[in-house]
């Protein structure tokens, strides 16, 4: 008899869990008969805002959305450059591109999987106005140093926090460093809605003023036409889902800051699996679990064989994608990502998972682990 599957993803079992308030939340629009834009959007706002200890929120339709509106707004547009990493998944860069302007790639630092700073310096033209450090993962870029970058250079910085929503950097949120920073709801990530939904966040009520014109058709006011925008709304019924949701995120990524040790410690030893470092002082919240194997691939089907779903992200860098060859980078440009996209392993991650099912896991890895040095 096989073992029941362990699922990657806990999006199920989190409906499940949540469905009441849920219910209750789509209850609260339906009798409200507005959908967009009003009191769950505006009360969203405040309540993010107020959690990531930021003084603006303007929710949109997606991350990839996000980052476009945040560029937009700081004026980042056609034949500007935009510095990005390298190994980062593919919306970030749709999202630069959709704001005009042009991507520029850095690797990643090889023992954290991080945009690596000391890059930046290379990468840099004088066309270059913004820097978009991604914090995959659920980690967090060395932010201290980007931004010191940045200001020595008059560049803009906007996080994507699309996967680092809570992270910490020296006890201080991801998205609390950036003119503006980027975040997605998308169901799988932290703080998922049931459906696409993003959100920008600043200090900054002037960017904020520009964010909310931009996201409605660029309007000042009700048909007045004040900047070319874009229609990226975050609906009622998405914002009344996240406020239901909100009040469990620091338990939720609690949760799975206990796995993430939990596989940490029952994954020592094990022969040629290795786990990318955090960063000096950050605190992940594990958005994703990931390992890294120089047979990924066999092992990632005897982990299959035994009922464990596992995912790779990513395994193609930027510069080897077929749409973004017109950049002009070659393979051998960005060795830390190219070696990491050959040997990475996301194990299942979620707040839902119970303890023998991380058991489990951790048992398949080390069989498959033992068992791949021998042959
Ligand atoms: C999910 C994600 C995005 C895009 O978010 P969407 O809401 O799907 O548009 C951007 N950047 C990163 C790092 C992501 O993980």
């Keep these: 008899m096989t073992a029941a599957t362990v699922p ?31 009191d769950e959007v505006r009360s969203f706002e405040r309540e993010l805002a107020a959690w990531l200890g930021v003084r603006e929120c303007i929710g949109c339709a997606s991350g990839t959305d996000a980052l476009t509106l945040a560029l937009k707004a700081l004026g980042v547009g056609a034949g500007d450059e935009v510095i990005t990493a390298a190994n980062t998944c593919g ?54 140093c980007v931004l010191a970058f940045a200001r020595r250079n008059g560049l803009h910085v906007v996080e994507d926090c699309a996967q680092s929503i809570g992270s910490t950097f020296h006890g201080r949120k991801t998205g609390s460093f950036g003119d503006v920073s980027a975040f997605s709801f998308y169901p799988s990530k932290n703080l998922g809605a049931l ?37 990226s709304r975050l609906d009622e019924l998405q914002a009344a889902v996240l406020r239901a949701k909100l009040p469990h995120l620091e338990r939720m ?6 796995i993430a040790a939990r596989y940490a410690e029952g994954l020592a ?68 990502s190219e070696a990491a996209a050959e040997r990475l392993l996301s194990l299942p991650l979620h707040p839902w998972l119970s303890n023998d099912e991380v058991d489990r896991v951790i048992a398949a890895v080390r069989a498959a682990g033992e068992s791949l040095r021998a042959c």
């Design 91 to 144: 919306p970030t860069v749709v999202g630069i591109e959709n704001a005009g302007a042009r991507v520029r790639l850095v690797d990643a630092d090889p023992a954290t999987l991080m945009l690596d700073p000391r890059r930046l310096e290379a990468a840099a033209t004088p066309a270059t106005r913004a820097i978009v450090p991604v914090h995959l993962y659920g980690s967090a870029v060395e932010i201290d």
């Design 195 to 231: 459906g696409d939904a993003g959100a920008c966040v600043t200090n900054d009520p002037a960017l904020a003023e520009r964010l909310r014109q931009l996201r409605r058709y660029g309007q000042a006011s009700r048909y007045l036409h004040v900047a070319r925008g874009l229609n």
């Design 269 to 336: 030893g094990v022969p040629g699996l290795a786990l990318p470092a955090v960063p000096e002082g950050v605190t992940s919240v594990f958005h994703l679990f990931v390992v890294l194997h120089p047979r990924r691939d066999e092992l990632q089907r005897r982990l299959a064989e035994r009922g464990i779903e596992t995912l790779i992200h990513y395994p193609i860098p930027i510069h080897l994608q077929p749409a973004y060859a017109a950049l002009g980078y070659r393979r051998g440009d960005f060795p830390a």
């Design 8 to 38: 990657f993803g806990g999006i199920a079992r989190e409906s499940a869990a949540l469905k009441d308030a849920y219910r209750a939340a789509i209850d609260r629009v339906l009798q409200s008969g507005r959908y967009i834009l009003g």
């Design 253 to 258: 990524n609690r949760r799975r800051q206990a």
